[in-house]
T-cell receptor
Framework: GAVVSQHPSRVICKSGTSVKIECRSL??????MFWYRQFPKKSLMLMAT?????????EQGVEKDKFLINHASLTLSTLTVTSAHPEDSSFYIC?????????????FGPGTRLTVL | GQNIDQPTEMTATEGAIVQINCTYQ??????LFWYQQHAGEAPTFLSY??LDGLEEKGRFSSFLSRSKGYSYLLLKELQMKDSASYLC??????????WGAGTKLIIKP
């Protein structure tokens, strides 16, 4: 099946620094990628929809200047948490949609655990 | 390697009971999640099991056997709105989620 990877898997940073998380579709091209945030034992909260070659669409309440998304190619989307604070500590998960007739299927990445000290 | 197996698709009748099985192999284990996902929507958390046994939450129950690498999600009194994909996702020793491909559940009247 389709594989989505994330890098890094874990990151610990100091408050005020920026962290970049990569999401890659390894064996398919993804016109659309999604970024989620998960709190312990909670549902995935959709943060934004990333479309290749255009600006991301952010969900209500998500600060676009704090969570910068760049979908530079059909296999890579990045999420940058700028000026991270302890409340940004969370598990960030991406998913990718191949499109092209397979629009209902999302393939999820393994997640990135961010800890801000 | 790490692997998740769950049926691709299941069909059940409104009002009935259905069990969705999931077997897994992971590097270490830190619990297992079940999510429900309707087409075009974000997954919704259903359950989290970290100890063996059955956890019941309303119409939904989830079972885990760590020694067997096995979990199931039990849905009772099925309703049409339960038609969705159900994702099994164990968490490995690095706290990374290993996603199954999901089971598409079709409910018929």
């Amino acid at each position: 099946g389709a594989v989505v990877s994330q890098h890094p898997s874990r990151v610990i940073c100091k408050s005020g620094t920026s962290v970049k998380i990569e999401c890659r579709s390894l064996d398919f091209q993804a016109t659309t990628m999604f970024w989620y945030r998960q709190f312990p034992k909670k549902s995935l909260m959709l943060m934004a929809t990333s479309n290749e070659g255009s600006k991301a669409t952010y969900e209500q309440g998500v600060e676009k200047d704090k969570f910068l998304i760049n979908h530079a190619s059909l296999t890579l989307s990045t999420l940058t948490v700028t000026s991270a604070h302890p409340e940004d500590s969370s598990f960030y998960i991406c998913s990718a949609n191949p499109g092209q007739g397979d629009t209902d299927t999302q393939y999820f990445g393994p997640g990135t655990r961010l800890t801000v000290l | 390697g790490q692997n998740i197996d769950q049926p691709t698709e299941m069909t059940a009748t409104e009002g009935a009971i259905v069990q969705i099985n999931c077997t897994y192999q992971t590097s270490g284990f830190n619990g297992l999640f079940w999510y429900q996902q309707h087409a075009g929507e974000a997954p919704t958390f259903l359950s989290y099991n970290v100890l063996d046994g059955l956890e019941e939450k309303g119409r939904f129950s989830s079972f885990l056997s760590r020694s067997k690498g096995y979990s199931y999600l039990l849905l009772k009194e099925l309703q049409m709105k339960d038609s969705a994909s159900y994702l099994c996702a164990p968490m490995d020793s690095n706290y990374q989620l290993i996603w199954g491909a999901g089971t598409k559940l079709i409910i018929k009247p």
